[in-house]
């Protein structure tokens, strides 16, 4: 395996949005960011990842951007940005900026222009077609509700979106379109940014016949077999690669919904051709039914070993694996995955640290996942924020698919504001984002989980994170060592091991709320073993091992 330095970085996502408030219009903003970056250097990260702060009528937050080349004006402007970038790099962190390629916002000058007329320079940026049968073109659904074609009435022709309908396709196809693209990505790179996470990337290359998709009993056709990972989607990767990214020392990372093993293999292949690594979908997704992850349902403990299993082995020394279990886009990672009640909060929270940054690959943090902060849990669907959230939630209902009451416990477990909602930096009023009140609810837990009291106490998550993030520096096994399952069926213990150079590592997972007994290997029963780190104070390590709930241990020989 190649020795790269983001193989050993930890990455740290920022929702700017939500991070922190510098001029108290109730807004994060990059002067927040900027005044935290000793914050985030003290956690111990190497790598920023800032969702999109470019300029935006903010229809998805920032995910339809309306000029790549300009800030948006909530969050400051281009001087704000260069300085916090400048002091990123002098405390020794780097920059990775979020790019938003497979669409635009319908404010972007190109689509302005595009629907103009039938015969505009721009018409060809973006996917247009006439109709069908006095219908849409095809039945694909869009991710955010509703059907994934908009009728524009200028040229009597629709045009494609597979999020909200102000959130247009780029026509990858046109090579004016990656021209446009890549010249905007090298100008970020001439700025000194340091990497790109990729929304969406598996999305870029569509069948060009648009046929319609299954119909799996939801209102719309699911087009995805024809999106994801789509034809020449490798292609144009491989170009961006040749035109930019291979021009930089710079750190990848696709979002890639859908990609299967085969597929990451070839995206984030060792000889560096694409891209570094990618997000892939299969963890978070478990428990998925027939509304997709509209469900109340748990995950399954013994699915969740499968799917990690699967990535860690099957990528080993081909491709590099993403480690993450939260993100803007996702429930808090102790609410879904761990357990947010008060006397397990902690030692849930950090029992799943362990699990991911023991882990080959490289750990992602989202903001506050390093406090344990927990969903929002809002009970009126007033207070979501979300266009996923609201759009579903009236979609859904309406077509009697779902009762209001079951929607709003679904979107309770998994709707995307439950990651959104502002930093808990103290315990202060507004907690200490903002002096003013929010775009979206502080959560009611603020006076008690909050960085500040966390900052102050030694065994708090905060502290164990900065500890899981100084071994990866220090144990040449965690980033490199080959992973193995053990105890594969074990009811309530995920437990793996890893192994580099003759040196070995056990990882023990409690994840339940019970005592439950593991029987360790002979090789971790010997005076020479080392305890790295534990979410409880003393352990004993005997023959069979009783962990305590949500108890974690990682043994080293
Ligand atoms: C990605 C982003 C998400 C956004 C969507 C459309 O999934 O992470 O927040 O809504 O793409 O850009
Ligand atoms: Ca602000």
Redesign the pocket.
Known sequence: MKKKWWKESVVYQIYPRSFK?????????I??INEKLEYLKELGVDVLWISPIYDSPCDDNGYDISDYRAILK???TMEDFDSMLKRAHRLGMKVMMDLVVNHTSDEHNWFIESRKSKDNPYRDYYIWKTSKQGGEPNNWGASFGGSAWEYDEKTDMYYLHLFSKKQPDLNWENQKVRDEVFDMMDWWCQKGIDGFRMDVISMISKDQSFPDGKLNGGLYGNGSPYYMNGPRVHEYLQEMNQRVLSKYDLVTVGEAAGVTIEEAKKYANEDGTELNMVFQFEHVSIGDGKLGKWTTKKFDLQELKKVMTKWQIELSGKAWNSLYLCNHDQPRSVSRFGDDRAEYREVSAKMLATCIHMMQGTPYIYQGEELGMTNAYFDKIEDYKDIETLNIFEELTSAGLISEVEMMKCIQARGRDNARTPMQWDDSENAGF?TIKPWIGVNKNYTTINAAEQMRREDSVFHYYQKLIQLRKEYAIIPNGTYCLIEESHPQIFSYTREYQNRKLLVLLNFTDKDSQITIPEEFRNKYVICLISNYKEQSISKDILLRPYEAMVLYI
């Open positions: 408030d510098s001029n108290n219009d109730g807004i994060g903003d002067n927040g909530a969050f400051g903002s």
